[in-house]
């Protein structure tokens, strides 16, 4: 692997690490932060697919309350770069290292929350003295910490022979990598149920149904079909805007149907 493309590595696991933390543009969610390690490292389709395959494994994965989940961040850096860097593990071997390596970070998480507690109080003195600067100084050093909370662990990783991890892996039975491999395709299926379940409308399982039988049955590529969902359901909103705006805005809500109810609720 080049320097630029180490560099790139570096740069993605940093802020995926500040964004697990800061969840502000989800850089940290596995479909983007492999499929971005995928680019870094000239292997981007494969970066996507072991995104998407996280993505519907850590979908449930939620902090609640003071629980901390397992680690998305370092789990989805770590796994993209074993498969798509100069290891080049199978998707398979990188999907069963991404649970422990979740793990792995969620320890390194709470350690890293329970170190800053005391910038709470320096920040808190600092909102006394009125001094604005230093409590923004403050913010940016706790997100740096996150940040370096994926960067070392990278880093370490990126200092490991790839022959030395292909040998390690060979060492696991196959019996448990099958096993795994299993295990985590029910776990993608009971993901995407919750996700089904999150966005289910009995105005909207037509259009399910309907993109079920043209998958299946005309073999369309998954990005063709991706953009042709995306035309019908922008023109689909777009209809019946239209068709509620010629009505001249005098409709009251026993009007609406059961879509548009469920809209408005939103």
Known sequence: MSVVSMGLVLLIAFVVGMDGILD??????PIIACTLIGLA?????????????LQMITIGWINIGASVAPDIALSAVVSALLVCGPAALSIKHGIALAIPFAVIGQVLNVTTRKSIVKFVHTADQAAEDGQIRQIDRIHLVSLG?????????????????????????QQIPAGITNGISISIGMVSAVGFANLINMMVSRSLWIWFIIGFLVAVFTKVNLFIL???????????????????????????????????????DL
């Open 145 to 169: 910490i996150q940040g370096l909370r994926v960067l070392i662990p990278t880093g370490l990783i990126m200092l490991i022979s790839p022959q030395f991890i292909h040998q390690s892996m």
């Open 226 to 264: 991706a953009g042709l969902g995306l035309i019908v359901a922008v023109s689909f909103v777009w209809a019946m805007s239209k068709r509620h705006g010629s009505s001249g805005g005098g409709n009251n809500g026993d009007d609406l149907d059961d879509f548009d109810k469920e809209l408005d």
């Open 41 to 53: 490292t000239g292997h981007a389709a494969v970066g996507i697919t072991l995104g998407a395959i």
């Open 24 to 29: 502000e543009w989800q850089v940290y969610q």
